[in-house]
C-alpha cells in the first residue's frame, strides 16, 4: 500500500474530538497523584500479571469491547449484583476483572480517588497489548465511572454476525465499517469454546451434518477428529482463533488465517467472504499496517460515550457504586 493510501486509511479511524471526548486529555493524572505516576503504576501492574499469564491480553481487549460496547466506556461492565451488565449471557465467559480491581486498589492506596475504573481498563488494556508484541500508543484520560449497569442494556454481536449486522453494531457506536475489521483483529490473541464452533461443524444452515463451505476442509476436519468431536464432553475445549504459535503476540496472522479460510468464527470468515471489507483483510496480511491501526481502532473505541468533568462518579472499588 502506498504512503499516500496508508494516509487516508489512517485518517479514517482517527477519533473526533466532540462532546464530553472533548475533554479527556493525554496525561490527564499528570501531578495529581503526588510524585507517583499513575500510568506506570498501572504498567507495572499489568506487566507482573503478564508475565505469569499472557492470557490477560486477550481477556482484556474482549473486556473492553464489552465494556465500550454497551453505553460507552463508562465501568458499567465492573458493577456486581443481580441484573447488572455483568451477569448478561454474553458476559458470563469475561475475564479480567481481577486485574483491573488489583490496579485500582494500588492506585486508592497512593492517592484516593484520583483515577477512574474505566480509565483504568483503558490503560490497562494498552499496556498488555504493548506486552504482546503491538504497538505502543498514547490514550488520553480523564474519564468518569457510570452509576447504571443494566443486564438488558447488553445487545453484542453474535459470533455468527454478519458484515453487515457487526457494520450496523459499529455503525451506533460511531465507529466505521474498517474500525470494525480493525477491531475484530483482536482475535489475534483470542480463544472460543468447541461449543461456540460447532454449529459451522455438524450443523451449518440448520441442516444436521453439515459443515459450513467456507471453512477450509482440512481445518474442520481437525476440528472433528480432535479438538472438536460431536459430543457434549468436547464442548469446553479451547479453539484458538489465531495460528496456535502466535496465538499469545498481537500481530496480523488473524488476517492471514481468513485469507487461507481459517477463520474459525464465522463473523471473522465473514470479513473475507464479503466483497465489502475482503480487501481490508488483504490489506492487513499483506502489509504490517495491522500494528500501526489497531491502537487507533481502539482508542476511537476507548472514547465512545464516556463521562467527564462532573459527570458520574471517582468509584473506591470499581465494582461496586459509591
Not at 483504568?120 to 498514547?138: C, F, Q, V
Request: aromatic residues 6%.
Amino acid at each position: 500500500m502506498s504512503s499516500a493510501v496508508l494516509l487516508l486509511v489512517s485518517l479514517a479511524v482517527l477519533p473526533l474530538a466532540t462532546g464530553s471526548n472533548a475533554q479527556l486529555q493525554n496525561g490527564f493524572c499528570k501531578g495529581k497523584c503526588g510524585s507517583n505516576d499513575v500510568e506506570a503504576i498501572v504498567q507495572g501492574v499489568v506487566k507482573a500479571r503478564f508475565s505469569r499469564d499472557a492470557t490477560i491480553v486477550a481477556h482484556l481487549l474482549r473486556l473492553l469491547f464489552h465494556e465500550c460496547g454497551v453505553n460507552g466506556c463508562d465501568g458499567g461492565l465492573l458493577i456486581d449484583g443481580f441484573g447488572t451488565e455483568k451477569t448478561a449471557l454474553p458476559n458470563l465467559s469475561v475475564k479480567g476483572y481481577d486485574l483491573i480491581a488489583e490496579i485500582k486498589t494500588e492506585l486508592e492506596r497512593r492517592c484516593p480517588r484520583v483515577v477512574s475504573c474505566s480509565d483504568i481498563e483503558i490503560l490497562a488494556t494498552r499496556d498488555a497489548i504493548a506486552l504482546a508484541g503491538g504497538a505502543k500508543y498514547l490514550v488520553r484520560t480523564g474519564r468518569r465511572d457510570g452509576r447504571q449497569s443494566r443486564a438488558s442494556d447488553v445487545n453484542l454481536p453474535a459470533a455468527n454476525s454478519t458484515v453487515a449486522q457487526a457494520t450496523s453494531f459499529f455503525g451506533r457506536l460511531g465507529l466505521s465499517q474498517f474500525d470494525m475489521a480493525l477491531l475484530l483483529g483482536a482475535h489475534t490473541v483470542g480463544v472460543t469454546h468447541c461449543s461456540v464452533v460447532k454449529g459451522r461443524l455438524y450443523s451449518h444452515g440448520g441442516k444436521a451434518g453439515a459443515t459450513d463451505p467456507s471453512l477450509d476442509p482440512s481445518l474442520a476436519s481437525v476440528f472433528k477428529k480432535f479438538v472438536c468431536p460431536n459430543t457434549p464432553s468436547s464442548d469446553n475445549n479451547i479453539v484458538f482463533l489465531d495460528d496456535q504459535p502466535s496465538a499469545l503476540r498481537v500481530d496480523n496472522g488473524y488476517y492471514k488465517m481468513l485469507q487461507r479460510r481459517r477463520g474459525v468464527l464465522s463473523i471473522d470468515q465473514n470479513l473475507y467472504g464479503d466483497g465489502s471489507t475482503r480487501w481490508i483483510v488483504d490489506m492487513l496480511a499483506n502489509t504490517d499496517n495491522f500494528r500501526a491501526l489497531f491502537p487507533q481502532a481502539l482508542v476511537k473505541l476507548g472514547e465512545v460515550k464516556v463521562l467527564t468533568g462532573a459527570q458520574g462518579e471517582i468509584r473506591k472499588v470499581c465494582n461496586r457504586f459509591n
